[in-house]
């Protein structure tokens, strides 16, 4: 199996081939604008600013795909303190990971280099990722890393805060949609996966890639993103960068959230580029439907003048769809559509 790129990189003096992406893919011009994009203060959701907050989020929705979100409730020392904790378990001898480190998707913790494709990628993702069930805590800790010794305590107390703020968005996100209160509480909210992405520094980031483009093919992320800058989302056919915020979750709309909204709001594609100064860690928070799930447009949204643009999918069925055409996300969208007459 393929080693960790942590455990070699950092006697790497260029980058090696095999990471190396073709022409049209690489992040070439390294200098592109840097926005935060939408930034939007979840303290102001209450009372008479509930309507403003909701206004500001599904209008950011529509244009960008993403917002950041600050003044969340997740407190700045546990957000802090979570990185700390990820940047421990990175820093552990392989021996000591070793518990962990598979590429098998079949295994619930896997602690991986690149992506769970390793064997079929065209270039290798310059970073290694920790992925593991993070909701409900009690049902899923015991799968956790057990070393670094806190990580089980932190991490635990950091879900249960996050699910809290992923709940407080969901709902607004259901108020600006017209749909009722709770409507993504059930099913389609029930996985929540930790995923964590160490990014060292790389020999050459204009060739390198943390993560080639895609869209989140969940319902909707919540990345800390850290203070280190590197994702870059879509916007009209060009690359911006999302300006790390101190402390704020940067929500992703994910392929599912696009197709209950039947397109009223869209999943943006976004990439990782790498820096040749500093390691990164991002932490993300992704928020499935369970697998049996059947996603298609809320029925409050489709009428005879706004028909359904999507075809009800099992979740499982979207994802293997998702998986075969990676990379290509107009492809991916296609396949749920219905077919125009
Ligand atoms: C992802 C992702 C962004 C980042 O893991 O799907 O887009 O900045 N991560 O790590
Ligand atoms: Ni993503």
Redesign the pocket.
């Known amino acids: 199996m393929a080693k960790l790129l942590s455990s070699w990189c950092k006697d790497a003096q260029s980058l090696p081939k095999n990471y190396v992406f073709p022409p049209d893919k690489r992040p070439g011009e390294l200098n592109s604008p840097v926005y935060s994009g939408p930034v939007v203060d979840l303290s102001k959701a209450v009372g008479q600013g509930q309507a403003e907050t909701i206004q500001q989020i599904i209008q950011a929705c529509q244009e960008f795909g993403f917002f950041q979100v600050i003044k969340h409730g997740v407190s700045g020392s546990l957000m802090h303190d979570t990185k700390n904790v990820m940047k421990e378990f990175f820093d552990m001898p392989d021996e000591v990971k070793s518990s962990v480190f598979t590429a098998d998707a079949s295994k619930r913790c896997r602690l991986f280099t690149s992506s769970l494709n390793y064997t079929n990628e065209e270039a290798y993702y310059w970073r290694d990722n920790l992925t593991h069930p993070c909701h409900p805590w009690e049902d899923c800790m015991q799968l956790w890393p057990k070393k670094p010794t806190r990580y089980r305590e932190v991490v635990g107390t950091y879900t249960v805060e996050v699910r809290k703020m992923i709940l407080k968005v969901l709902d607004l996100i259901c108020g600006g949609l017209g749909l009722e209160q709770g409507y993504f509480g059930g099913d389609l909210s029930k996985i929540e996966l930790l ?1 964590t ?1 160490l ?1 060292p520094r790389c020999p050459d980031p204009s060739l390198a890639l ?2 080639h483009r ?1 869209c ?1 093919p969940n319902l909707i ?1 919540f ?1 800390d ?1 850290g203070e280190v800058y ?2 870059q989302v879509c916007k009209d056919g060009q690359w911006i960068g999302v300006e790390p915020i101190s402390n704020a979750f940067v929500v ?1 709309i994910g392929c599912q959230l696009q197709i209950i909204s039947n397109d009223k709001i869209r999943g943006p594609e ?1 990439r ?1 580029l790498t820096n040749s100064n500093k390691d990164r860690i ?1 932490i ?1 928070c992704f928020v499935i439907p369970t697998y049996e799930c059947f996603i298609e447009p809320a029925k409050a949204l489709v009428s005879t003048c706004n028909p359904p643009l999507y075809r009800a999918l099992q979740y499982k069925d979207f994802l293997s769809t998702y998986d075969e055409k990676i990379g290509n996300f107009r492809a991916v969208m296609e396949c749920s559509k219905l077919q125009v007459q």
Do not use: R
């Open positions: 995923s992405n990014y943390g993560c895609h989140d992320t990345l993103q590197g994702l992703l976004h990782v991002s993300g």
